[in-house]
T-cell receptor
Framework: GQNIDQPTEMTATEGAIVQINCTYQ??????LFWYQQHAGEAPTFLSY????GLEEKGRFSSFLSRSKGYSYLLLKELQMKDSASYLC??????????FGDGTTLTVKP | KAGVTQTPRYLIKTRGQQVTLSCSPI?????VSWYQQTPGQGLQFLFE???????NKGNFPGRFSGRQFSNSRSEMNVSTLELGDSALYLC??????????FGPGTRLTVL
């Protein structure tokens, strides 16, 4: 089976840095994605890692360690609009992605 | 480019009925995936189509089916609706195996 774990909820303060972890155990691996989903809206793509290391994209960075089955999403200079659910997804094989249940991040003033 | 569109956006059906949902991908996207999202189960993979062929299928009963047309538009059908089928149904499209772009979803309520 496929198993993706991420914390259910996190809270952080505006302007701070937050790290959302994701661990996975899947039958295949062809890339890891992070998506952001605001309440009542569709998920939107944030980042993609297929090789080990850090990918930086503005205030967002994502890290992958394939040997450890581990990824994290780092959000810097948090803003109120960053309050959302963050979904970790593993492309198990061609055309199939498995999603974690998501981490609900609340940013407080 | 226009985004992914899904119709209808909202739907109310009763148990036993059947429903067809539609997804129009971004131009050039040949992969269309369908997901069911519920508060308790998160995003669950239904199936994926690429160039009119179903490449992958999730663990859903045979009541859930789909197809893709030559213009890459896709439909999913749910027959003999059950209360537990109430959910947000999302389609996501991609050029190939890169990042997916999600449509706004169809919220299905089964009474």
């Amino acid at each position: 089976g496929q198993n993706i774990d991420q914390p259910t909820e996190m809270t952080a303060t505006e302007g701070a840095i937050v790290q959302i972890n994701c661990t996975y155990q899947t039958s295949g691996f062809n890339g890891l994605f992070w998506y952001q989903q605001h309440a009542g809206e569709a998920p939107t793509f944030l980042s993609y890692n297929v090789l080990d290391g850090l990918e930086e994209k503005g205030r967002f960075s994502s890290f992958l360690s394939r040997s450890k089955g581990y990824s994290y999403l780092l959000l810097k200079e948090l803003q109120m609009k960053d309050s959302a659910s963050y979904l970790c997804a593993v492309r198990v094989w061609e055309g199939k992605s498995t999603f974690g249940d998501g981490t609900t991040l609340t940013v407080k003033p | 480019k226009a985004g992914v569109t899904q119709t209808p956006r909202y739907l109310i059906k009763t148990r036993g009925q059947q429903v067809t949902l539609s997804c129009s991908p971004i131009s050039g996207h040949r992969s269309v995936s369908w997901y069911q999202q519920t508060p308790g189960q998160g995003l669950q993979f239904l199936f994926e189509y690429f160039s009119e062929t179903q490449r992958n299928k999730g663990n859903f009963p045979g009541r859930f089916s789909g197809r893709q047309f030559s213009n890459s538009r896709s439909e999913m059908n749910v027959s003999t609706l059950e209360l537990g089928d109430s959910a947000l149904y999302l389609c996501a499209t991609a050029e190939a195996d890169n990042e997916q772009f999600f449509g706004p979803g169809t919220r299905l309520t089964v009474l």
